[in-house]
C-alpha cells in the first residue's frame, strides 16, 4: 500500500484558514487521495477525497500537485468544531481498504 | 437514523469471556469494514465484506476474533477468551462500494474494556 506522510500536529486560530500538508511520493495513478478526520470519541468522518483535479465541498477544498505527490487539505476558516485527528489515505481505484497512518492532531486556538 | 450504528456503544468484560459487537450498516451499503483503534493510534483494518462474502479477513489478530454477515446487512464481531490487548475501540464503516472513489462511513464505535 502506498503511504503518506504527515506532520504529527498543527496549530491555528479560530476563523483563519489552515493548510494540512501531505506527502505521497510513491502513489499510483489510480490511487484516489481521500482525507478523514477524527473527533474526540467519535468514528473517523469523511471529509473529502480527489484523483487529480483539486475538488470542493462544504466542508474542506482539496489541492493536489501536478504530479499528485502531494496534496493539501484547506479548512477555509477554521472552528473549535475542526480541532481532530486529520488522516490523508490512499485508495485504490478497483479496491482497497483504509489505511490509517498517525494524522495529524490540528488544535484550534480561540 | 441514516448513519452506521453499533452496539453497545460500551463494553467492559472480565478477561476470557466471550463479547459480541453489532454493526448496523447504511441501508444498501455492499461493503462492510471493521478496524481496532488502540488509545492513542489511528484505526487498524480487521476485515471486510461485501455483502455476505467475507473477501479479507487479513487483519484479524487472532483466530479469537471471529466476524460475519450472514444476510449482507447487519454483523457481528465476535471476540473468544478476551484478553487484556483487546482493549481498544472497535469501528464498523460502510460504504456502496469498495472502490476509491467512493466515501467510507463509520460508526461512532464500541469501546471494549477487559478487565
Known amino acids: 500500500d502506498a503511504k503518506t506522510t504527515q506532520p504529527n500536529s498543527m496549530e491555528s486560530n479560530e476563523e483563519e484558514p489552515v493548510h494540512l500538508p501531505c506527502n505521497h511520493s510513491t502513489i499510483s495513478g489510480t490511487d484516489y487521495i481521500h482525507w478523514y478526520r477524527q473527533l474526540p470519541s467519535q468514528g473517523p468522518e469523511y471529509v473529502i477525497h480527489g484523483l487529480t483535479s483539486n475538488v470542493n465541498n462544504r466542508m474542506a477544498s482539496l489541492a493536489i500537485a501536478e504530479d499528485r505527490k502531494s496534496s493539501t487539505l484547506i479548512l477555509h476558516r477554521a472552528t473549535l468544531r475542526d480541532a481532530a485527528v486529520y488522516y490523508c489515505i490512499l485508495l485504490g481505484g478497483s479496491q482497497g481498504n483504509l489505511i490509517f497512518g498517525k494524522g495529524t492532531k490540528l488544535s484550534v486556538k480561540p | 437514523g441514516a448513519g452506521v450504528s453499533q452496539s453497545p456503544r460500551y463494553k467492559v468484560a472480565k478477561r476470557g469471556q466471550d463479547v459480541a459487537l453489532r454493526c448496523d450498516p447504511i441501508?444498501?451499503?455492499?461493503?462492510l469494514f471493521w478496524y481496532q483503534q488502540a488509545l492513542g493510534q489511528g484505526p487498524e483494518f480487521l476485515t471486510y465484506f461485501q455483502n455476505e462474502a467475507q473477501l479479507d479477513k487479513s487483519g484479524l489478530p487472532s483466530d479469537r476474533f471471529f466476524a460475519e454477515r450472514p444476510e449482507g446487512s447487519v454483523s457481528t464481531l465476535k471476540i473468544q477468551r478476551t484478553q487484556q490487548e483487546d482493549s481498544a475501540v472497535y469501528l464498523c464503516?460502510?460504504?456502496?462500494?469498495?472502490?476509491?472513489?467512493?466515501?467510507?462511513?463509520f460508526g461512532q464505535g464500541t469501546r471494549l474494556t477487559v478487565v
Open positions: 441501508s444498501g451499503h455492499v461493503s
Open positions: 464503516a460502510s460504504s456502496s462500494s469498495r472502490k476509491g472513489a467512493k466515501e467510507v462511513f
